[in-house]
Each structure stands twice: as C-alpha cells, then as structure tokens.
T-cell receptor, first 112, second 115 residues
Framework: LAKTTQPISMDSYEGQEVNITCSHN???????ITWYQQFPSQGPRFIIQ???TKVTNEVASLFIPADRKSSTLSLPRVSLSDTAVYYC?????????????FGTGTRLQVFP | GAVVSQHPSRVICKSGTSVKIECRSL??????MFWYRQFPKQSLMLMAT?????????EQGVEKDKFLINHASLTLSTLTVTSAHPEDSSFYIC???????????FGSGTQLSVL
C-alpha cells in the first residue's frame, strides 16, 4: 500500500480556493487516488477519486501529474462548512479491495 | 448515494460491561464491512475486515476476543466491545461496500465512553 503524506493543517478564508497536496511517491500502477472529508464526530465522506490527469465533480477537482507521485485536491470558494479533515488515500484498483488505510489527513480551518 | 446506518451514535457504559455497536447497509447488500476506531485528533485506524458469513480478519494488535465482530447477514455487522475499560473509549466507525468494485460508504460513527 502506498504511503501518503499531507500537510497536517491548513487555514483559509471564506471564498478562497484551497489546494491540498498529497505526496505518494511509491504509488503503484494499479493504484487509484481517493479523497475523503470528515467532520467532527462523523464518518468520512467520499469527495473525489482519480487515476491520472484531472477529475472534476460538483464538489472539488483533483489534479494528478503525469508521474502520479502526488495529487492536489482543489476546493473552489470554500465556506465555513468546509472546515473538516481531508484524507488522501491510495489503493489498488478503483476501490481498495482489501483495506482502506487512512493517513494523518489535513485539518482545514476556514475563517470568516 | 448508498446509506450506512450505525447505532448507537453515542454510548456511555461502566467499566467491565460489554457494548454492542450495529452497522447496517440500508439500501444495498454489503458483502464486506470494515471497522475502524479513531482517537481524538487522530486518523482512523482499521481494526478488522468482516465478510458476510465468515470470520472477521483482524489487524495486527487488535484483540479478537475483546472486539467481537459478527457479520451474519448481508445488511448487518455488529462490533461488541467486551469487558470495556476506559482505554477502549474511542470513536468507532464502520464502512460497507457491496463488492470489491464498489465505492465504500461510511457510517456516522459511535462515540464510546467507558467510565
């Protein structure tokens, strides 16, 4: 399983774009990159998943360079409700077949 | 999206008692369920993987006799914390998926406080 490294915390203000980068230097060919969001006292919630290049949905964008050794989660125009912990996970196959191992995550604090 | 219901959301118990936590997939059949625990300000730690109709696979360092997992049906898995002690106080989270090619959905978690 590829190990991931993320910043422990980030601060932002409402309306700004937030980019959280995750390093996964030993990502394998079959690995996908998945991001989850977790609010206090709640279970994680799926945000976005990608394999290469760029993926966009109604919530976020995910940028993956050609070497796939890192990925960047982009949250456009954050609001106070985006304050949460964001986890980057790397796993074999589109959905990790056996285990989903969470790293330390990035604690995003959005200020008014 | 699919819904995973976890119950109770919060439980307080005395030291030495056992506590059962339920995880239900409400609109899909979950062949596999995972149980995690999370301490304050820390990440989720995988405890065990549960496949319907078979024994759970526990991660290294997790006592299987203390954390009993039962996955008797395709929509229900239970985690029983036996003879709970204060150090077992934690946030327990389950997740479920229909099969290995499907997205994983998480329950809302159970906060266990052992006095």
């Amino acid at each position: 399983l590829a190990k991931t490294t993320q910043p422990i915390s980030m601060d932002s203000y409402e309306g700004q774009e937030v980019n959280i980068t995750c390093s996964h230097n030993n990502i394998a060919t079959n690995d996908y990159i998945t991001w989850y969001q977790q609010f206090p006292s709640q279970g994680p919630r799926f945000i976005i998943q990608g394999y290469k290049t760029k993926v966009t949905n109604e919530v976020a964008s995910l940028f993956i360079p050609a070497d796939r050794k890192s990925s960047t989660l982009s949250l456009p125009r954050v609001s106070l409700s985006d304050t949460a912990v964001y986890y980057c996970l790397v796993g074999e196959g589109q959905w990790d077949t056996d285990k989903l191992i969470f790293g330390t995550g990035t604690r995003l604090q959005v200020f008014p | 999206g699919a819904v995973v219901s976890q119950h109770p959301s919060r439980v307080i118990c005395k030291s030495g008692t056992s506590v059962k936590i339920e995880c239900r997939s409400l609109d899909f059949q979950a062949t596999t369920m995972f149980w995690y625990r999370q301490f304050p300000k820390q990440s989720l730690m995988l405890m065990a993987t549960s496949n319907e109709g078979s024994k759970a696979t526990y991660e290294q360092g997790v006592e299987k006799d203390k954390f009993l997992i039962n996955h008797a049906s395709l929509t229900l898995s239970t985690l029983t914390v036996t003879s709970a002690h204060p150090e077992d106080s934690s946030f327990y989270i389950c997740s479920a998926r229909q099969d290995s090619n499907e997205k994983l959905f998480f329950g809302s978690g159970t906060q266990l406080s052992v006095l």
